[in-house]
């Protein structure tokens, strides 16, 4: 069975840092391109990074450009995103999702995980 | 970066009705634009991609079409668990990735 699973939300002061994990199991995590969406409380889908699935290219929203960083671990079959230099602006349940398609940056998404929460708060 | 647009904002209709859901591009994004379903506390779920190609699991009664600017999701016999929000997506013009702001479709 296919899963995504996120962890390492958290309560973060602003200016602080946090590295979200999503844990995926269920197909060859290697050559799937993988993406970080996120929602802030009662809004709407917001794109943040992505990284390819044929030579792991990385991709940032520009709100994001320059603070996170996406990576994944093939051995571990772990997505990463490394979050610095954290606002208030940033509080949003985030998720990680798969393409349908296998290569590439075919930006499909057909499976999600639950979501994480971060909030940035003093 | 490609504004989607997604008409109305709220749609108030009753089972077995028929729901018309419409996302604006504001620039063309050929065929490839995305609808998701999001119920609270869930996360999305891919219903059709490619503007008119149903996700694997999506019942027929749900349908996409459209092309160019002008994207249309149609419900066409609405079920109870069928009352959520929904989002259209583009990939054409990328990045960023770009999402409408959603049409939440209630129970009237």
């Known amino acids: 069975e296919l899963q995504l699973v996120e962890s390492g939300g958290g309560l973060v002061q602003p200016g602080g840092s946090l590295r979200l994990s999503c844990a995926a199991s269920g197909f060859t995590f290697s050559t799937y391109a993988m993406t970080w969406v996120r929602q802030a409380p009662g809004k709407g889908l917001e794109w943040v990074s992505s990284i390819s699935g044929r030579d792991d290219t990385t991709y940032y929203a520009d709100s994001v450009k320059g603070r996170f960083t996406i990576s994944r671990d093939t051995s571990q079959n772990t997505l990463s995103l490394q979050m610095n230099s954290l606002r208030v602006e940033d509080t949003a349940v985030y998720y990680c999702?798969?393409?349908?398609?296998?290569?590439?940056?075919?930006?499909?998404?057909?499976?999600w995980g639950q979501g994480t929460l971060v909030t940035v708060s003093s | 970066e490609v504004v989607l647009t997604q008409s109305p904002a709220t749609l108030s209709l009753s089972p077995g009705e028929r729901a018309t859901l419409s996302c604006r591009a504001s620039?063309?994004?050929?065929?490839?634009l995305a609808w998701y379903q999001q119920k609270p506390g869930q996360a999305p779920r891919l219903l059709i991609y490619d503007a008119s190609n149903r996700a694997t699991g999506i019942p027929a009664r749900f349908s996409g079409s459209g092309s160019g600017t002008d994207f249309t999701l149609t419900i066409s016999s609405l079920e109870p668990e069928d009352f959520a929000v929904y989002y259209c997506q583009q990939r054409y013009n990328w990045p960023p990735l770009t999402f409408g702001q959603g049409t939440r479709l209630e129970i009237k």
């Open positions: 999702a798969k393409v349908l398609t296998a290569g590439g940056t075919n930006m499909v998404f057909d499976y």
């Open positions: 620039q063309s994004v050929n065929i490839y």
